[in-house]
C-alpha cells in the first residue's frame, strides 16, 4: 500500500480513537451510547497492535523468522506441533477467556463505566497484552519452558519456588471465588439449577456419543448437547411453575456450597472421558458462542449506557465492594487489564505450538486483545440497567438489608432510584422470585445481557430465557474451570509430594488421587464456604484476594520479563514491562495494606475482626473472626513472597547493569528453521 | 466475485480448522495417523487415555 495512505488511514483511526476516548471520558450527564466505547477499545486496539507491539517486537524482542521454535525443532504429534497461526490464537484465545473478564467489569461498575473502561484499554495495550506476548516468546526460545521453570533459571531458585506457591494459592482463590459466584447466581433459583443439573445427564450423554457411537466426533456432539442444554433452559421455566419440582431444585446457598465441594471432588478423583471432557466441550462450544452473539448483538444493537461515568462511590464506601478507586478497580478488574493466570497459558500449551518467532505476536498481544474486548463487553453488559437494578442486585444483604422495601429505599436515598415494585416485576420477567443481594456479578451480568438481547429478539416474552441462558453460560464454564482447575493443582501438589515420598508422584495411584483432591477441595472449599457464610456476601472479601493474588502472579510474571530483557542488553527498553511491573507493585502492595490493615472494617480484614470481637460472641462470630485473621495472614504471606522475587529479581538487574554479573540468558541454542520465511 | 468466494471458502476452513484444534478432532486424527489406527471406539479409548493427563494438566484461566 502506498506509504502516504497508510500514514493517512493509521492517523485517522488515532484520531477516532482520541475522538471516542475523548467522548467516553469527558461525557457527563446524559446517557452515553455504547458505540463510544466499542469505537474507542477498537481503536485503542489496532494502534496498539500496530504500532505498540511492532516496536516491542522490533527494538526489543528482535522476533526471528529464521529461528526455529521448538514446534518444529521437537515436533512429536502431541505436545510439540507446528499449528496454523490462526489455529494457534483460537485455541491460546479460548484457554485465557474465563468468567473473570465478565465477572471482574461487572463488579467495578460500581464506580461507573469510565474507570473500567480507561483501565481495560490502557491496561490491555501497555500491561496485559506486553506481558501475554513477551512470556509467550521467551517461552518460545526457551524449548515451551513453563513460567516457574523460567522464574528458577533466570531469578534463582527463589523465585521458582514463589512461582510455584503463588500459582497454587491463585488457583485455590481462585476456585472458591468461582465457586462462590455459582452459589450466589443458583441459590433459590429452581430454573437455573435444574438447567446446570441437566448438563451433567447431557454430559454423560455426550461422553457415551463420543466414546461408542460416533468416536472423536466432538464438534457434531458439542452441537447436539448444546441443543439438548437450550432445551433444558427452555423446560426449566416449567420446573420452576410446578410446586414440587421447583421445591427439588430450589436450594439454600450452604447447601449448593456443599453440592459444589462434592462435585468438585469427584471430578478431580473420577476418570474424565465419561464427565468432564464432554462437558468441557460443551462449555467451550457455548463460550465462543455467547461471546459471539453478545459481541453482534452490542454492535448491531448499541444500546444506551444508564450508568454515569463516575458514580458517588469512587470515595470508598461502595457496596458491592468496599475500597477507594485507587487501588482496587485496578484489581477487581484483572483479566481484561492484565492477568498473571495468562503468562501459566502462554508458557504452557502455546508455546509448544507455535509455527514461527514471528507469529507470538499475533497471538500472545493479539488473544489478549480479544479478551480485553470481552471485558469491555461486560462492561457494556452491566452499565445498561439502570444503575438502582445494578445495585439491588449487587449488595449483599448486609449493606442494604433483607426486606425489599428497606433494600430498595437505600438503594434509592444514594441517588440511584428503585423501587420494590420495579425488581418485583424484573425478577418476574426473568423468571426468579427475587433479584435482591444476588452478589457476585454473574446474575447482573445475565440481566445486562438479556436486556441487551431482549430488546430485539423475542422482546419481553424471551427474556426470561435469555436471562437463563446467560447464567447457564456462566455457571457451565466457571463449573468447567473448577473441575480442571481442581485437577490441576492436583497435579501440581501430587509432582511436589513425589520428591518427598515416590508414590504420592504417582499420577494414577488412588489413595495418592484421593488425597490430594480432599486436600485440594478442602482448601477451596474451605474459601467456599466462608464466603457463604460471610454476611457481607463473601465477594467484598473474596474478591480482592483473588485479584490481589492474581496481580501478583503478573507482577512475578513481569520480573522474569524484565529480567531477561536486561540479560539480552536491552535495559534501555526494559521499561516495557518495567513500569507496569511498577504500576501492578504500587497497585498490588497498596491494595494488601489496605485489606490487611484499614481502619474501616468494611475494607480491612484485621479491622473488621476487632469490630466482630469487641460485640456479643457466637460460634459464628468466632468463626468469622478467624477467617477475617486467616485473609490478612493469606494476603501477607503472598505480599511478602513476592517482595522476595522483586528483591532478588532486582539483585539480578543491579548485578548486570553494574558489570558484577554475567548477562548470560538461557534459552535454547540456535536452529535455523526448514521453512521459508514468508514476507511480512 | 470468484477470489471473493475463493476468500470466503480460505476463511471457512481456518474456522473449521480453529475448531477442529480446540475440540481435539484435530489432536485425535494426529492420534490415528500416528499410531496407523482407523478411527473406533477402541482407538478413541486409546487416544483418551494418552490425551488425558495431557490435557488436563493445562490450566485454564479466570
Known sequence: ?680 | MRRMLKKIGAFAETGIAVLREIFDEAAYARFLNRAGMVSSSESYAAFRREFEEAKTRRPKCC
Request: charged share 10%; net charge positive; aromatic share 10%.
Open chain 1, 1 to 680: 500500500m502506498n506509504k502516504t495512505i497508510s500514514v493517512l488511514i493509521w492517523a485517522a483511526i488515532a484520531a477516532l480513537g482520541a475522538v471516542a476516548v475523548g467522548a467516553v471520558a469527558l461525557h457527563r450527564g446524559e446517557p452515553i451510547n455504547a458505540l463510544w466505547l466499542v469505537v474507542a477499545a477498537t481503536c485503542c486496539y489496532a494502534v496498539g497492535y500496530r504500532f505498540y507491539s511492532k516496536f516491542i517486537s522490533a527494538r526489543i524482542l528482535t522476533l526471528d523468522g529464521q529461528r526455529a521454535t521448538p514446534a518444529e525443532r521437537l515436533e512429536n504429534g502431541r505436545d510439540f506441533l507446528v499449528t496454523n497461526k490462526w489455529v494457534v490464537f483460537g485455541h491460546h484465545f479460548a484457554a485465557i477467556a474465563g468468567p473473570g473478564p465478565l465477572v471482574g467489569p461487572v463488579l467495578a461498575a460500581q464506580f461507573g463505566y469510565l474507570p473500567g473502561t480507561m483501565w481495560v484499554l490502557a491496561g490491555a495495550v501497555f500491561a496485559g497484552c506486553v506481558q501475554d506476548f513477551v512470556i509467550l516468546l521467551f517461552s518460545v526460545r526457551r524449548d515451551g519452558k513453563s513460567l516457574t521453570e523460567m522464574a528458577k533459571d533466570e531469578i534463582g531458585r527463589v523465585g521458582g519456588f514463589v512461582a510455584y506457591v503463588a500459582v497454587i494459592a491463585i488457583l485455590i482463590i481462585l476456585l472458591g471465588v468461582a465457586a462462590l459466584i455459582v452459589v450466589n447466581a443458583l441459590k433459590a433459583s429452581p430454573w437455573g439449577t435444574f438447567t446446570i443439573a441437566m448438563t451433567m445427564p447431557i454430559a454423560l450423554l455426550m461422553g457415551v456419543y463420543l466414546r461408542r457411537i460416533r468416536p472423536g466426533r466432538v464438534l457434531e456432539v458439542s452441537a447436539l448437547g448444546f441443543v439438548l442444554v437450550l432445551a433444558a433452559i427452555w423446560g426449566g421455566q416449567y420446573v420452576s411453575q410446578h410446586e414440587a419440582m421447583a421445591r427439588l431444585f430450589t436450594f439454600s446457598a450452604p447447601t449448593l456450597a456443599i453440592l459444589i465441594m462434592i462435585y468438585g471432588f469427584a471430578a478431580s478423583a473420577l476418570p474424565v472421558w465419561l464427565l468432564l471432557a464432554p462437558r468441557d466441550y460443551l462449555s467451550t462450544f457455548v463460550k465462543l458462542g455467547t461471546i459471539a452473539l453478545l459481541a453482534v448483538g452490542i454492535v448491531l444493537l448499541h444500546p444506551t449506557l444508564h450508568m454515569p461515568a463516575l458514580t458517588r462511590f469512587v470515595d470508598g464506601t461502595g457496596p458491592v465492594f468496599a475500597g477507594k478507586i485507587f487501588p482496587f478497580a485496578f484489581i477487581t478488574i484483572a483479566c481484561g487489564a492484565i492477568s498473571g493466570f495468562h503468562a501459566l497459558i502462554s508458557s504452557g500449551t502455546t508455546p509448544k505450538m507455535i509455527a514461527r518467532e514471528t507469529e507470538t505476536r499475533m497471538v500472545g498481544y493479539g488473544a489478549m486483545m480479544a479478551e480485553s474486548a470481552v471485558a469491555i463487553m461486560a462492561i457494556i453488559a452491566a452499565c445498561v440497567m439502570q444503575p438502582g437494578i445494578y445495585f439491588a442486585i449487587n449488595s449483599p444483604a448486609g449493606i442494604v438489608g433483607q426486606a425489599p422495601a428497606a433494600a430498595a429505599a437505600t438503594i434509592s436515598s444514594w441517588g440511584f432510584p428503585v423501587t420494590a415494585a420495579d425488581m418485583q416485576s424484573l425478577a418476574h420477567a426473568v423468571g426468579e422470585q427475587t433479584l435482591f443481594n444476588r452478589t457476585g456479578g454473574a446474575p447482573a451480568f445475565a440481566v445486562g445481557m438479556a436486556h441487551i438481547f431482549s430488546h430485539s429478539l423475542g422482546g419481553e416474552t424471551l427474556m426470561a430465557l435469555w436471562y437463563h441462558f446467560a447464567i447457564m453460560f456462566e455457571a457451565l464454564f466457571i463449573l468447567t474451570i473448577l473441575d480442571a482447575g481442581t485437577r490441576v493443582a492436583r497435579f501440581m501438589v501430587q509432582d511436589a509430594l513425589g520428591h518427598v515420598y515416590k508414590p504420592l508422584g504417582r499420577t494414577s495411584w488412588y489413595p495418592s488421587i484421593l488425597a490430594t483432591s480432599a486436600l485440594i477441595v478442602g482448601a477451596w472449599g474451605y474459601f467456599l464456604w466462608q464466603g457463604v457464610k460471610d454476611p457481607l456476601g463473601g465477594i467484598n472479601s473474596l474478591w480482592p484476594l483473588f485479584g490481589i493474588s492474581n496481580q501478583l502472579l503478573a507482577t512475578v510474571a513481569l520480573c522474569v520479563a524484565t529480567t531477561i530483557i536486561i540479560k539480552m542488553h536491552r535495559a534501555k527498553y526494559a521499561a516495557v514491562t518495567l513500569v507496569p511491573l511498577a504500576w501492578l507493585v504500587a497497585v498490588t502492595f497498596t491494595a494488601s495494606w489496605h485489606k490487611m490493615f484499614d481502619a474501616n472494617p468494611r475494607v480491612g480484614f484485621l479491622a473488621q475482626a476487632r469490630v466482630l470481637a469487641a460485640g456479643p460472641m457466637s460460634p459464628a462470630t468466632v468463626r468469622v473472626i478467624f477467617n477475617n485473621r486467616l485473609d490478612a495472614a493469606v494476603t501477607g504471606v503472598l505480599v511478602v513472597m513476592v517482595t522476595l522475587v522483586l528483591v532478588e529479581s532486582a539483585r539480578q538487574w543491579i548485578g548486570i547493569l553494574s558489570g558484577a554479573r554475567e548477562a548470560r540468558v538461557k534459552e535454547s541454542p540456535f536452529v535455523r528453521t526448514r521453512f521459508v520465511e514468508e514476507r511480512g
